[in-house]
């Protein structure tokens, strides 16, 4: 059995529904503290969410190492430059929590029991993403046992508070970083990217995520007598028509232009004889980097106001939007692919919200790559069994471009 195939089945073997780890990062460590990785737990939330982190680094060294004194003293001046490089590091993220798995009964296999048929593996997480956390330990280990003394460090941060609140869990960890100075250079996160072929779509940035929830105030009253009442949703359609109306930017040739949408709209009291007194209204923007989270809550306020009606609002900021534009990651990332599955990848900045914008704070270079995303969150999640090794190779190709080896 491949060595990836295998780790993958013991990682999806483990229920491990947010935010219980389930004990997989315990998997990781055992196979990366032989390795020389020093190995982290940090464990953050309350009692009742509770949530497992790892912060894992393996310490690069200098190709100037065994130099001669005189000859390293008169190189650390010169080649200030080269001597920086090699300590660059490369971290690899991802979670191990998975979302709940549905009804049981609706699964051809139990979720929690790797499973294969028709060259597929089923299982909570096969996609989602316990194939990449697989891929990337045993490229790591590849890597390590063909080049034990590269010039890069390597490090790996894995949360199991990702499908969750994602309030203790990587960023946690970002922020006890960057406090102690320890910031990486590059960070591949292994979200299933991959749409139709492995390899075919990488994430080089991702939308930011504003939301609010807008109480709109009336008077209740009889329907058959309006002149006592008011009626919120007939107040707020003017408003709602202009802000589904509004451009709010043009995007750019990166992000598609910012999206405002309604999730949720409730008012009455489910009786057919009464003007509701409050109409709630959840809305988001999915915004590009061409809008701030200040420019858009003032537009949107100026909009409301036009429309002279009672309300509260409450704003909640989920993230930033962040961008790695083509550069040493990028062509990395997109070298290794091109090698191993012959695929000129495409560039995106599509799709939901991930862990990136919380490490793209402390990391200038950041891309999200993985397997085929079809099945994610869905009953019978699967991956192409073929997929994992060269899912391996890339994330193996990458290190090696990384370090000046390919």
């Not at 200098?62 to 590091?89: D, G, M, V, Y």
């Amino acid at each position: 059995m491949s060595r990836t195939l295998h780790l993958a089945e013991q990682l999806i073997s483990r229920p491990s529904v947010t935010p219980d780890d389930a004990d997989c990062q315990a998997m990781l460590i055992a196979r990366l503290a032989p390795l020389g990785f020093k190995c982290e737990t940090i464990v953050s939330g309350p009692e009742h969410f509770r949530v497992t982190n790892l912060w894992a680094k393996f310490e690069g060294f200098s190709p100037f190492a065994h130099a001669a004194p005189a000859q390293e003293a008169i190189e650390s001046i010169a080649n200030t430059a080269i001597a920086e490089a090699r300590l660059k590091t490369l971290v690899f993220a991802g979670h191990t929590d998975v979302v709940p798995t549905g009804p049981l009964e609706q699964w051809h296999s139990h979720p929690f029991t790797p499973s294969h048929r028709a060259g597929k593996l089923y299982g909570r997480g096969a996609a989602d993403m316990k194939t990449s956390i697989a891929a990337m330990v045993v490229a790591v280990e590849e890597f390590l046992a063909a080049h034990p003394e590269p010039a890069l460090s390597m490090a790996f941060l894995i949360t199991s508070d990702e499908e969750g609140p994602g309030i203790d869990g990587t960023v946690v960890v970002c922020e006890q970083l960057l406090a102690r100075g320890e910031v990486p250079d590059y960070c591949i996160v292994g979200e299933p990217t991959s749409v139709r072929q492995l390899g075919d779509m990488i994430k080089n940035g991702r939308r930011g995520t504003l939301s609010g929830k807008l109480s709109v105030k009336g008077v209740q009253g009889h329907i058959a007598y309006p002149h006592l009442a008011k009626n919120p949703i007939h107040l707020f359609a003017p408003a709602l028509a202009e802000l589904v109306a509004t451009k709010w930017d043009a995007g750019n040739e990166f992000f598609p232009a910012t999206s405002w949408q309604v999730s949720n709209l409730h008012a009455g009291t489910g009786a057919s004889n009464i003007i509701p007194g409050e109409l709630v209204v959840d809305f988001n923007f999915r915004f590009s980097t061409e809008s701030t989270p200040e420019s858009l809550q003032q537009r949107l306020l100026a909009i409301l106001s036009r429309h002279q009606f009672e309300y509260e609002l409450k704003w909640t900021l989920g993230g930033l939007p962040f961008l790695t534009t083509p550069g040493t990651l990028v062509d990395a990332v997109r070298g290794a692919i091109l090698a191993e599955t012959g695929v000129q990848t495409e560039l995106s900045t599509t799709g939901g919200t991930s862990d990136g914008r919380f490490i793209a704070k402390i990391c200038p270079e950041i891309i999200e790559f993985g397997p085929i995303n079809a099945s994610i969150h869905q009953i019978n999640e699967h991956v192409l069994v073929s997929s994992l090794d060269p899912l391996k190779n890339i994330y193996k190709g990458v290190l090696e471009r990384l370090a000046g080896l390919a």
